[in-house]
């Protein structure tokens, strides 16, 4: 059971079924002793607080409070969700030290170990302030990995997990479509500046494109991404059930008028999904995967190609009827070039994380050619953005170290682990794995056009990945 149903039967004051759920998740239990129930009520109530945590996650326009100087930047990177993620590690901190000191576990300790020192000498190296804060992010990811990691052993909160984590999704889904049906349709514009967003860029030249809470149409990409997963693996559990294809289906147009460059992440994930579904099952043409494969990788090198070149529509020219659009370099090459020199000046360490925000000005001035990209750099410098490029923003602010940490610690997880899952897990478990290495797949893929090692649902599958090492066999 999970908290949907307890708050449920709570409300319905049906006593009896409300003791009975909280006994099926552990917190009442006679048989066992005073410590056995105190450490499951600690996980219960860690589940709970999870669930709440995933239901926050989407959640981007929170209040801030009026401070200056070094607290603002502080507050500009606390979210809700971080003191959700404190509350989990009080709660959890005696089974995430046992899972620290278990053997099994030595490998990714080490590498995390590593990941976590390249930071902080990066850090160190730069003695920024915003360098120490983005550190401190580091950190409290890798918290939330290990929380998730901890929690998602026992199978049965592992499907809990993935239920909040697609029905979370499925809200925003379908927020998203009535709003764009009440905007285009009903001509009724509800909330509007929550839930569209007008870029005149290549991804949203005949459309407004929906974000629901999240910061940008990218973000709410990916945490479509997040709810496919889930949903694929509920699915999985019950090919009969045909609710969670129509809200698959749902997540999937919710993406499509989100219409943005990580839907290429995204189209790779889906056809290795059908991938699975067809080595397992069966019952697919061998080609339909293939096919899908192909085509997706086909979107991402055609959306590469319009990361460098930028059209725009043209209005007005009678001088030349067929001339629709005009080209010209896109922000994004300046940005990822402007990464790219800031490694090369400093390669080791990188400028520092976090940095490239507040000295990319420095860097995009030597990319000047002429009077164009004059007034282009400029206003890039103004606008204080990332390189939208996880892995040239992971070379420009940790250098090599940092890069060599990272690509250690998804190559464990989605290469090594993958061999070893694969002799010990149980064909549904395996499948199971493999969706979600699917979904990290994609969301790697999408990397190459917005910084994705900051979100946190990524961490929240990397730390469902982890768990089949010590998956729960009852």
């Not at 979370?168 to 009535?178: D, K, N, P, R, Y």
């Not at 509007?192 to 973000?219: C, L, W």
Request: net charge positive; charged share 15%.
């Amino acid at each position: 059971m999970d908290i949907w149903s307890i708050i449920w039967s709570y409300m319905r004051l049906n006593k009896y079924r409300y003791f009975c759920q909280i006994k099926s998740l552990g917190l009442i239990n006679k048989s066992n002793n005073s410590d056995n129930l105190y450490d499951k009520f600690r996980l219960s109530l860690g589940l709970i607080v999870f669930q709440v945590y995933i239901l926050l996650l989407p959640i981007y326009e929170i209040p801030k409070l009026s401070v200056s100087g070094y607290l603002e930047e502080f507050i500009k990177k606390i979210e809700y969700v971080d003191l959700l993620l404190v509350l989990l590690f009080l709660l959890l901190a005696k089974d995430i030290y046992q899972y620290i000191k278990n053997k099994k576990n030595k490998p990714l300790i080490i590498i995390l170990f590593i990941v976590v020192v390249s930071w902080i000498i990066s850090a160190i190296y730069s003695w920024t302030y915003i360098g120490l804060l983005d550190t401190l992010g580091l950190m409290m990811l890798i918290l939330l990995f290990l929380v998730v990691a901890v929690l998602a052993e026992k199978k049965r909160y592992f499907i809990i997990i993935n239920r909040t984590n697609f029905y979370t999704v499925a809200v925003m889904s379908l927020i998203g479509i009535i709003m764009f049906i009440a905007k285009y349709f009903i001509d009724v514009k509800i909330f509007d500046p929550y839930f569209a967003e007008q870029y005149s860029g290549n991804a949203a030249v005949f459309m407004d494109r929906i974000r629901v809470f999240t910061k940008s149409p990218e973000m709410l990409i990916t945490y479509i991404h997040f709810g496919l997963v889930s949903g694929s693996i509920l699915w999985m559990y019950d090919w009969h059930r045909k609710h969670y294809l129509m809200i698959l289906t749902l997540m999937i147009i919710a993406a499509l008028l989100a219409f943005s460059r990580s839907l290429s992440g995204l189209f790779i994930s889906i056809a290795l999904f059908v991938a699975i579904y067809s080595n397992f099952e069966n019952k697919l043409n061998v080609l339909v995967p293939k096919v899908m494969l192909s085509m997706s990788i086909l979107f991402v090198i055609i959306t590469v190609f319009f990361s460098f070149v930028h059209f725009r529509s043209v209005k007005g020219d009678m001088v030349n009827i067929f001339k629709l659009y005009s080209w010209s370099i896109d922000d994004r090459y300046y940005m990822n070039m402007a990464a790219f020199e800031m490694c090369i000046h400093n390669p080791v360490f990188g400028s520092g994380p976090g940095n490239y925000t507040f000295t990319s000005k420095e860097y995009l001035a030597l990319l000047k050619n002429d009077k164009q990209d004059d007034r282009q750099v400029n206003a890039l410098a103004l606008r204080k953005l990332d390189p939208h490029n996880s892995y040239f923003g992971l070379l420009a602010e940790n250098g090599i170290i940092g890069f060599i940490s990272f690509s250690a610690l998804f190559y464990y997880l989605l290469v090594v682990r993958n061999r070893k899952n694969k002799n010990i897990l149980s064909e549904t478990e395996y499948m199971s794995y493999l969706i979600i290495r699917g979904g990290l797949i994609g969301l790697l893929v999408s990397g190459i056009f917005m910084d994705i090692l900051s979100l946190r649902h990524l961490w929240v599958l990397l730390g469902m990945s982890y768990s089949f090492s010590g998956f729960d066999k009852s």
